[in-house]
């Protein structure tokens, strides 16, 4: 008997035919894609993965040096473990990061709009400053001023700062549980048209998907839904589309020794849905990107009731 329920009503992408297209892809298959700028990838070892994804974010604040030039970088919050990598070589290299700018993608905010400070141990900033410029050597560090989140009072102006420096080189980033990319919600789609005015999108303030405080809760706060704030300040999709490169890392295993991966399906949504406004990540596939898939993510999307 087919046993064939309607989606919750929380969900925005509704194309059920769609999503079981995407489910039904093979691991063997995942990287193929018709849009050759849209370079889908798979390692395996996660150790590579993340020395892969430092090597990345290395490699061109090398580049930009030696051409001479300012670098500038979009960076999330998720994945992680490559910021210490990153840093470890800077480091054991002395590589000079004064011409590094960078903008974060996104920070929690309360039910008002006010973003968390700096110091919360839960903020991004706080984050950041642990895993990545706190290790950088203080004479390689990137300048104070060149470091930059969104917050309550530069929001507003956040996506024109970008722009300001001629636009990021490379914007980095994942997927979040809902298809989001930064804290750009899959719900959002229903404030826009269409897909192109849904692409003009800029930094704002977003209520967050029920989704993304799960997801959140279990990655960061021990599983305690009640301490994840309710809304963040984010970047949209005109600040990612607008670098000049996009490089995206899909990590999402539930913890080590488990075959069970929260990003299974979405990093197929993203990677093989029609570009629309309630899959945030599948506008990735409209511009130049690189898309790495930790080896464990894209296995076959299968029930396992084990």
């Known amino acids: 008997m087919a046993f ?3 989606l919750s009503k929380f969900i925005s992408f509704r194309d059920k035919e769609e999503c079981a297209r995407v489910r039904a892809i093979k691991k063997e298959d995942i990287c ?3 849009n050759p700028d849209f ?3 798979l390692i395996d070892d996660i150790t590579i993965f993340y020395a892969e994804f430092a090597l990345d974010i290395v490699s061109r604040i090398v580049s930009a040096a030696e051409e001479g030039r300012q670098c500038v970088l979009i960076l999330p919050v998720g994945p992680v473990p490559q910021y210490a990598i990153a840093a470890s070589i800077i480091n ?3 590589i000079c990061c004064k011409h590094l700018i960078t903008f974060n993608m996104d920070e929690y905010a309360d039910e008002n709009g006010q973003t968390a400070p700096p110091d919360w141990e839960g903020s991004f900033a706080t984050s950041m400053m642990a895993s990545f410029f706190g290790q950088i050597r203080e004479d390689l560090r990137p300048k ?3 470091i930059h989140f969104p917050n309550t009072d530069n929001i507003n102006s956040y996506s024109d700062m970008i722009a300001a420096t001629g636009g990021a080189d490379c ?15 899959a719900h959002l789609g229903d404030n826009y048209a269409d897909l192109e005015e849904y692409k003009q999108a800029k930094a704002q303030i977003v209520e967050l998907n029920p989704m993304t405080i799960m997801q959140n809760a279990l990655h960061s706060f021990g599983g305690d839904w009640s301490w994840v704030p309710p809304k963040a300040a984010s970047i949209a999709p005109a600040d990612i589309l607008g670098a000049k490169h996009r490089s995206f890392w899909l990590d999402g295993m539930c913890g080590p020794g488990t075959t069970m991966s929260w990003q299974r399906f979405i990093a197929r949504l993203a990677a093989h849905v029609y570009p629309n406004k309630y899959v945030p990540g599948s506008i990735l596939q ?3 990107t690189d898309y790495t898939i930790w080896g464990p993510v894209a296995s076959d999307v299968e029930i396992d009731m084990s």
Do not use: M, V
Request: glycine share 12%.
């Open 4 to 6: 064939q329920p309607e």
């Open 32 to 34: 193929k894609h018709s």
């Open 286 to 288: 409209t511009a130049k």
């Open 92 to 94: 054991r290299l002395n």
């Open 171 to 185: 914007c980095y980033g994942g997927i979040g549980w809902c298809g989001h990319i930064a804290f750009f919600e």
């Open 39 to 41: 370079k889908i990838r």
């Open 144 to 146: 104070a001023e060149n």
